[in-house]
């Protein structure tokens, strides 16, 4: 009996079939995404040699040394209490010389001058703190500033300020909750 050739298989739609699924993964598998810190950073400065005299009272300086351990104003902290420490720093307390001045403005907005504060939050890293603990103290300085805006969007509006969908509200809740962070360059504070 004659032996039969096998047939040929067309391999060129083949490639068109590895093509097509390569597309279809590339277009539906999702990648991971570093994610960051959302903060809007301060333009330039124009004048360097400006020097800027602040009030030793108006600023609540946080130092993270290179143990991960923090001092609130020269005393021992830790991240679960620093939100309600910043925001009691950054509330106002008129005539109080152990917390920051306030002053008077006017918020065309509101058609009234209001109460602010003239707090500063400065926070300064050694060099050997941890990554973590660093994204730990941004996210309770951002949960403090975050809840204080709530409370002034309550206030005025009576909803959360997440929810807020009118751009104009949402301005004004930002001029009167400023994000005042001051952040030092790292430096070699409590060791290696």
Same mark, same amino acid.
Do not use: C, W
């Given at each position: 009996?004659?032996r039969?050739?096998?047939?040929?298989i067309?391999?060129?739609?083949?490639?068109?079939?590895?093509?097509?699924?390569?597309i279809?993964?590339?277009?539906?598998t999702t990648?991971?995404?570093?994610i960051?810190?959302?903060?809007i950073l301060?333009?330039?400065v124009?004048?360097k040699?400006t020097?800027?005299?602040v009030?030793d009272?108006?600023?609540?300086?946080i130092?993270?040394n290179?143990h991960d351990l923090m001092l609130?104003?020269?005393?021992?902290? =830790?991240v679960?209490?620093l939100?309600q420490? %910043?925001?009691?720093?950054? #509330?106002?307390?008129?005539n109080?010389?152990?917390?920051? /001045?306030?002053?008077?403005?006017y918020?065309?907005e509101?058609?009234?001058?209001?109460?602010?504060?003239?707090?500063?939050?400065?926070?300064?890293n050694?060099r050997? =703190?941890?990554?973590e603990?660093?994204?730990? %103290?941004q996210?309770?300085? #951002?949960?403090?500033?975050?809840?204080?805006?709530?409370q /002034?969007?309550?206030?005025?509006?009576g909803?959360p300020?997440?929810?807020l969908?009118?751009?104009?509200?949402i301005?004004?809740?930002?001029?009167?909750?400023p994000?005042?962070?001051s952040?030092?360059?790292?430096?070699?504070?409590g060791g290696?």
């Amino acid at each position: 009996m004659a032996r039969r050739a096998a047939p040929e298989i067309n391999a060129g739609s083949m490639a068109d079939i590895a093509f097509l699924l390569l597309i279809f993964f590339l277009v539906t598998t999702t990648m991971d995404t570093d994610i960051g810190i959302t903060r809007i950073l301060p333009p330039p400065v124009k004048n360097k040699d400006t020097h800027v005299d602040v009030k030793d009272r108006n600023v609540l300086k946080i130092l993270i040394n290179s143990h991960d351990l923090m001092l609130v104003n020269g005393k021992p902290a =830790t991240v679960e209490n620093l939100p309600q420490r %910043v925001e009691d720093f950054m #509330a106002l307390h008129p005539n109080d010389p152990n917390f920051p /001045e306030v002053k008077e403005e006017y918020i065309p907005e509101l058609g009234k001058k209001v109460m602010m504060t003239k707090g500063v939050v400065s926070l300064k890293n050694d060099r050997g =703190t941890s990554y973590e603990m660093y994204i730990k %103290v941004q996210n309770a300085l #951002a949960k403090a500033f975050d809840e204080m805006k709530d409370q /002034e969007s309550m206030r005025y509006y009576g909803v959360p300020f997440k929810d807020l969908v009118n751009q104009k509200k949402i301005d004004l809740i930002n001029k009167l909750v400023p994000i005042r962070v001051s952040e030092a360059e790292p430096e070699n504070v409590g060791g290696q």
